[in-house]
């Protein structure tokens, strides 16, 4: 059982940057495949990014490459999201989630989930 906590959501202007937090308790951390998906009002939870369990191999929504860079320390357990030239339509809940599966940009393939942390872009 893997519990999931994100942090450093909040609201910031166009074209700032916000760098997400999220803290993993329970057994085997390092083991897992982590991934970063948001769900913006009225749409599908959509794929972020995704890091391997040892942090070799990243993967990346098409339209946020260069933008958002995902990593992990699993020595504290935790995975991040930095982002970059945020735009309005980044607006979104930004949910952490853990596979003992390889990384992907499946949402079902993944067995645990945070409760989500807002972020919000301003024009």
């Known amino acids: 059982q893997v519990q999931l906590v994100e942090a450093g959501g909040g609201l910031v202007q166009a074209g700032g940057s916000l760098r997400l937090s999220c803290a993993a308790s329970?057994?085997?951390?390092?083991?897992?495949?982590m991934g970063w998906f948001r769900q913006a009002p009225g749409k599908e939870r959509e794929f972020v990014a995704a890091i391997n369990w040892s942090a070799v191999n990243t993967y990346y929504a098409d339209s946020l490459k260069g933008r958002f860079t995902i990593s992990r320390d699993n020595a504290k357990n935790t995975v991040y999201l930095q982002m970059n030239s945020l735009k309005p339509e980044d607006t979104a809940v930004y949910y952490c989630a853990a596979s003992s599966r390889i990384a992907n940009m499946i949402r079902d393939e993944y067995d645990y989930w945070g409760q989500g942390t807002q972020v919000t872009v301003s024009s």
């Open positions: 329970g057994r085997a951390f390092s083991t897992y495949a």
